[in-house]
């Protein structure tokens, strides 16, 4: 009796422990590539209504801009660079001294271990004018995981629990 519980429990623990693990995992990476095409399309919108304000050298304009940004709140900083690499404007999250990173040659995002820079090209005329730069922080995608992973351990817990009771 007692190895038959003993055989039911490990293969229910191992199982649900698997495909909890499993789940999380695939979550991170859909939820990362989520938020590269809400990113991306995030820093397109900011360059389109950025464009006029380069052109017509409006940095406050160009500001308040990026300050609407501060309803995202993982948003750490924002840039917008002129062709030259002068930084043109800069909002940061208020409880941030954060520096914008350089802006890149080419469109494209780019994880590092703590976060995700965007930058994307100004373009007027299919010429470039400016370049645009988010750096945004993962701890919504840490926070994500940590969540899910409390919830398949209480699955899991409980589910062994029940396992335990029925055999």
Known sequence: KRKLMVIIMSVTAASLATSGLALVASDSI???QHLERDLTALAQITTDNTTA?????DPESALQTLTALR????VVTACVYRPDGQTFAQY???DVDAHCPPPGDADGVHFNAH???VSRAIVLARRPIGTFVLLYDLDELNERMRMHGATVLGILLASCFVAFLLS
Not at 71 to 74: G, I, K, P, T
């Open 71 to 74: 309803a995202r709140a993982h």
């Open 30 to 32: 859909l939820y990362r």
């Open 115 to 117: 976060d995700i820079t």
């Open 53 to 57: 304000a380069l052109l017509f050298e």
């Open 92 to 94: 940061s999250r208020p």
